[in-house]
């Protein structure tokens, strides 16, 4: 018996980005995504291993070698559009949020069950790590590009940041096609 179950909600790509390693956090607009098992070639969270950073801080010694679990950051095109209105923007650009997916059609993304999968009708699967929490780097890009409204950032993505994600089956993505999203079977933690 399967595991992961099958939802009703397929979502539809719509914008890809690369963030090339080193330098700004703000992504290039692309039209397709070549993941291999270490990710994005070339892009700035790629590899299958990373130093460890302040999320797991309670675990690890920063800079400690960990799984990469976080190659992707993997946002929704209405939680985006909700994070500007609460900045007081018109819209605002994924590729200042280091942004690598944006998906439309899956209500309430940021909390979709660590573990799920997003996977196309080709087969390229990604897994689901957890919460992408936000942080004061996108909010440096923001201000940037729209001064005064970069500190607004962080308060405006709570709740609404996206996900983090590691590629499970390798494969091309590109932008129009459609993911469908699977979530564990299990019943919530109820220690």
Known sequence: MPVLRKTDYVAEVVWLGHVAIGGSLTAQVVDALDLGFEGDRGARH??????SCGRVGNLYPQGTEIRNVRQLSVLS????????????LDALDPSLLGASIVLRGIPDFTHIPPCSRLQTAAGLTLTVDMENRPCVLPGREIEAVFPGYGAAFKAAAQDRRGVTAWVERPGR??????????VPDQR????
């Open 173 to 182: 993505l590109i932008r129009g096609d459609h993911m469908a999203l699977f």
């Open 77 to 88: 095109s209405d939680e985006l559009d909700l994070i500007a209105r609460d900045m007081g």
């Open 188 to 191: 919530q933690w109820a220690p």
């Open 46 to 51: 790629e590899g299958l291993n990373r130093a």
